[in-house]
Nanobody, 115 residues
Framework: QVQLVESGGGLVQAGGSLRLSCAAS????????MGWYRQAPGKQRELVAV???????NYADSVKGRFTISRENGKDTVYLQMNSLKPEDTAVYYC?????????WGQGTQVTVSS
């Protein structure tokens, strides 16, 4: 069965950096897009960044210039490089993989930014 394994979350001070990773496993799937979402307490889940194909990307306005999304070999793994982190970036971050058949979600990884 397809599973998404996330890593890289944790506690960091404001201005620091983290890199999140998400690896899809469990069989060959046809990936159309990969992305990261986040949800803070009391807030709606929001799109952070998405990548389609190999190079086309979109970012939330709040993270432009600070976060970078990328794909490993264009299929298996997606990364989110997070620089200049702010306390308002604190949230549970979820990996999303869209295939021609359905969407898959990771379990979420906690990112906490202290001031």
């Amino acid at each position: 069965q397809v599973q998404l394994v996330e890593s890289g979350g944790g506690l960091v001070q404001a201005g620091g950096s983290l890199r999140l990773s998400c690896a899809a496993s469990g069989g060959l799937i046809s990936i159309r897009a990969m992305g990261w979402y986040r949800q803070a307490p009391g807030k709606q889940r929001e799109l952070v960044a998405v990548i389609t194909g190999a190079v086309r990307t979109n970012y939330a306005d709040s993270v432009k210039g600070r976060f970078t999304i990328s794909r490993e070999n264009g299929k298996d793994t997606v990364y989110l490089q997070m620089n200049s982190l702010k306390p308002e970036d604190t949230a549970v971050y979820y990996c999303n993989v869209r295939t021609i058949a359905r969407d898959y979600w990771g379990q979420g990884t906690q990112v906490t930014v202290s001031s």
